[in-house]
T-cell receptor
Framework: KNEVEQSPQNLTAQEGEFITINCSYS?????LHWLQQHPGGGIVSLFM?????KKHGRLIATINIQEKHSSLHITASHPRDSAVYIC??????????WGAGTKLIIKP | KAGVTQTPRYLIKTRGQQVTLSCSPI?????VSWYQQTPGQGLQFLFE???????NKGNFPGRFSGRQFSNSRSEMNVSTLELGDSALYLC????????????FGEGSRLTVL
C-alpha cells in the first residue's frame, strides 16, 4: 500500500461542477501540499497546510489530521482547471512523499 | 522576482553518456530539491540541498549525484545513462529546509536513446 493515496485517478466533469479530489496518507506528517501540474510539466504549489482549511479563489483545501485525510475542492470548475493535481506529504524528516496524482478534465 | 530556472529544458543523450542539469532557485531561497518524474512512477524524490549540504536523499543509485554552490544554485549529474533515466527532472526551491512552500522550475526533459 502506498503511503499517499489519491482518488480518483482520473476525473472528467462538466464546466461549472463542484470537484473534490481526495488524499489519504499513512505516515506522520509535518505538512501536506497540494500542487497543480499542467501539460508541459510546470508544477505550481496551490496550498500547504497542516491543519484546518485554506481557501484561494475557487480552490479550497481541507485536512483532517486525526483521519489522515485531505481534500481539494474546486468550485465552479472551468476548462482551464484541467490539469493533474498532486498531493504530497512532508514526512517527519521533511522529505516529501508524493501521491500519484489525479488527472482532471473539465469539459466546456 | 525571477522564478526557478532550470537548464537545459530539453536534451537527448545516448546510453552510457553522462548529463548535468542546472537549477537556479529564487533569489534568497537556500533549499533546492530535485525530483524525477516518469509516466510509470510519478514524482520521485532525488535529493535536497540546503546551504551547500545534502540534507535528504531518495532511493536512487549512486549514478545520481548533486551539489549546491554558495549562491544556492544546484546541479545534478547522472552518469552512465540508462534508457530508464529518460524522464522529466524537476527542481524546487524553498526559503528554508523543512516544511515550506515549494516553487518549481519548468523541468529538464531528458531522453536517453
Amino acid at each position: 500500500k502506498n503511503e499517499v493515496e489519491q482518488s480518483p485517478q482520473n476525473l472528467t466533469a462538466q464546466e461549472g461542477e463542484f470537484i473534490t479530489i481526495n488524499c489519504s496518507y499513512s505516515v506522520g506528517i509535518s505538512a501536506l501540499h497540494w500542487l497543480q501540474q499542467h501539460p508541459g510539466g510546470g508544477i505550481v504549489s496551490l496550498f500547504m497546510l497542516s491543519s484546518g482549511k485554506k481557501k484561494h479563489g475557487r480552490l479550497i483545501a481541507t485536512i483532517n489530521i486525526q483521519e489522515k485525510h485531505s481534500s481539494l475542492h474546486i468550485t465552479a470548475s472551468h476548462p482551464r482547471d484541467s490539469a493533474v493535481y498532486i498531493c504530497a506529504v512532508g514526512s517527519s524528516n521533511y522529505q516529501l512523499i508524493w501521491g500519484a496524482g489525479t488527472k482532471l478534465i473539465i469539459k466546456p | 522576482k525571477a522564478g526557478v530556472t532550470q537548464t537545459p529544458r530539453y536534451l537527448i543523450k545516448t546510453r552510457g553518456q553522462q548529463v548535468t542539469l542546472s537549477c537556479s532557485p529564487i533569489s534568497g531561497h537556500r533549499s533546492v530539491s530535485w525530483y524525477q518524474q516518469t509516466p510509470g512512477q510519478g514524482l520521485q524524490f532525488l535529493f535536497e540541498y540546503f546551504s551547500e549540504t545534502q540534507r535528504n536523499k531518495g532511493n536512487f543509485p549512486g549514478r545520481f549525484s548533486g551539489r549546491q554552490f554558495s549562491n544556492s544554485r544546484s546541479e545534478m549529474n547522472v552518469s552512465t545513462l540508462e534508457l530508464g533515466d529518460s524522464a522529466l527532472y524537476l527542481c524546487a526551491s524553498s526559503l528554508l529546509t523543512g516544511p515550506g512552500e515549494l516553487f518549481f522550475g519548468e523541468g529538464s526533459r531528458l531522453t536517453v536513446l
